[in-house]
């Protein structure tokens, strides 16, 4: 059974840090893509990082890039220099072997504040 469970949010001032844990299971990690989606109060959802399979490459959404970092070995992100404009419910997600697969497995959230 396949079981995706984010932790690591809360509150925290601007210009801070924050790192979000997604404990997977159920599957082979290291084959499938893994992502980080988010959703801010009120809006969609919006794409912020991935890594592929055999985890040679990490990709991020320009609105995180420089600031956030996927982690090679667990899919952890990390947020640093966070902006209000971060705070949003983190979904940490699971794809297939290929990019073109659906996500086909979310975790419950976790929600980030960025607020002084």
């Known amino acids: 059974q396949v079981q995706l469970v984010e932790s690591g949010g809360g509150l925290v001032q601007p210009g801070g840090s924050l790192r979000l844990s997604c404990a997977a299971s159920?599957?082979?990690?290291?084959?499938?893509?893994m992502y980080w989606v988010r959703q801010a109060p009120g809006k969609g959802l919006e794409w912020v990082s991935s890594?592929?399979?055999?985890r040679s490459s990490a990709y991020y959404a320009d609105s995180v890039r420089g600031r956030f970092s996927i982690s090679r070995s667990n899919a952890d992100l990390q947020m640093n220099s966070l902006k209000s404009e971060d705070t949003a419910v983190y979904y940490c997600?699971?794809?297939?072997?290929?990019?073109?697969?659906?996500?086909?497995?979310w975790g419950q959230g976790t929600l980030v504040t960025v607020s002084s």
């Open positions: 159920g599957f082979t990690f290291s084959r499938v893509w």
């Open positions: 997600a699971k794809g297939g072997t290929s990019y073109y697969e659906a996500l086909d497995a």
């Open positions: 890594i592929n399979p055999g």
